[in-house]
């Protein structure tokens, strides 16, 4: 299939309404405005209310703000080290990058969901407290780096 082979689904386009050809066409005298009046002479913007509040005034511009020192972490949990790395490992930032479990740019926080039942050496800029108890409880160190 190429490009040029695209077309859309069987009754999803409509032929564009031809307005102001004559009565037998269904849109003819008036051509679908209806009698007199503003909307009939073609006189009120689009985006006009009929003078309520408008929809670009009335909704809010700048809800909250973005900390900017605000840290980002890639995160890893215990069970995934698990499944990943042998026991007796030395598990680092650069390890799990090249793993595919977390991305280079931004820091490492392990987290404690799953169970890890190998003694490993885990080094990265944050722990949780509980990856930590569940890390060191399996006879592995961590290091804060």
Not at 10 to 20: I, Q, Y
Not at 37 to 44: C, E, L, S
Not at 47 to 65: L, N, T, V
Request: net charge positive.
């Amino acid at each position: 299939m190429r490009l040029h082979d695209l077309k859309p689904a069987a009754g999803a386009t409509h032929r564009k309404k031809r307005v102001g050809r004559g009565n037998s066409s269904g849109t003819g005298k008036t051509s679908g405005r209806g009698q007199k009046g503003q909307r009939a002479r073609n006189t009120v913007p689009v985006w006009f209310e009929g003078g309520q509040m408008p929809i670009q005034r009335r909704i809010p511009k700048f809800g909250g703000f973005t900390n900017r020192n605000r840290v980002e972490y890639e995160v890893v949990n215990v069970a995934r080290l698990a499944e990943v790395f042998d026991a007796g490992a030395t598990v680092g930032p650069d390890e799990l990058a090249t793993k595919g479990l977390v991305r280079r740019k931004r820091p490492v926080k392990i987290l404690g969901h799953g169970d890890i039942g190998k003694a490993l050496t885990i080094k990265a800029n944050k722990f949780s407290k509980q990856a930590a108890e569940k890390i060191q409880g399996a006879g592995g160190t961590i290091e804060v780096v």
